[in-house]
């Protein structure tokens, strides 16, 4: 089975900075395109960043760009946002997702999910 494990979520005061981490098991093939998507309370969930696996084009939403960098480790399997400058509005529940295409993450239908990791900023 296909698992995205996240981890790296907490609690911070504004300001702070989180990384969080999201560990793909059990594909053979790295994903084309990755990214990390939020949902707050109340809110739709929504794309934050992704990468592309070919080219390593990165993209982060007008919100976070400056302060979010997203990253990937293929020797390590692993998917990274690195969360600067926190702000209160950046809680969420944050997702990992993993897509044979781009398309699939600019639709927010991903071949995969993780289970989500909390992040709170007061």
């Known amino acids: 089975d296909v698992q995205l494990v996240e981890s790296g979520g907490g609690s911070v005061e504004a300001g702070g900075s989180l990384r969080l981490s999201c560990e793909v098991i059990g594909l053979v093939d790295s994903p084309r395109c990755m990214g990390w998507f939020r949902q707050a309370p109340g809110k739709e969930r929504e794309e934050v960043a992704a990468?592309?696996?070919?080219?390593?084009?990165?993209s982060h939403r007008d919100s976070v760009r400056g302060r979010f960098t997203i990253s990937k480790d293929n020797a390590k399997n692993t998917l990274y946002l690195q969360m600067n400058s926190l702000k209160p509005e950046d809680t969420a529940m944050c997702y990992c997702a993993a897509a044979n295409s781009r398309s699939s993450i600019l639709a927010g239908i991903p071949d995969y999910w993780g289970q989500g990791t909390q992040v709170t900023v007061s």
């Open positions: 990468i592309d696996d070919v080219d390593g084009v990165t």
